[in-house]
């Protein structure tokens, strides 16, 4: 399967609306990154790898988070910077991954995506509310790798 055959334009277009919706109402940002492999990587190593490429790491509070998938191994995480980590109750991301998950489950990857998304931005939301000098920080479009 190719990356361009997991979404349809419609399905990545909402997936980038839910992001930007999100962001709304944070000073946090949030990135999705797909690629095929996680390059003999543990899934988690691979998307820290990835967060870090995709310089997350560089924002000022220090609260991205990332989903990553990995198609063709049927693998995905979800991770999110020191500043984020700090502020979430433990099993924060264990409970947003088990509702992606339950889509996923369904083929239904686009309305996992969205259904994470949404989890982190109202988590972001909480802890990084929007000020009105804050800026988008990162690109809110789907990398692909």
Request: hydrophobic share 40%.
């Amino acid at each position: 399967m190719k990356i361009i055959e997991l979404f349809t334009k419609e399905e990545e277009s909402a997936i980038v609306a839910a992001i930007v919706a999100a962001e709304k109402h944070t000073s946090g940002e949030i990135r999705v990154h797909i690629e095929a492999s996680r390059k003999g990587k543990e899934t988690i190593d691979r998307a820290v790898e990835v967060f870090q490429e995709l310089e997350m790491h560089q924002t000022q509070a220090r609260n991205g988070v990332l989903f990553y998938l990995a198609y063709e191994d049927h693998a995905f995480s979800i991770f999110g910077d020191q500043g984020i980590n700090e502020k979430v109750p433990p099993g924060f991301w264990d409970s947003t991954r088990d509702l992606m998950q339950e889509a996923f489950r369904r083929s239904a990857f686009a309305e996992g995506l969205i259904a994470g998304i949404g989890e982190a931005g109202r988590a972001l939301k909480d802890y990084f509310p929007y000020e009105s000098n804050d800026k988008n920080e990162l690109d809110d479009s789907i990398s692909k790798g």
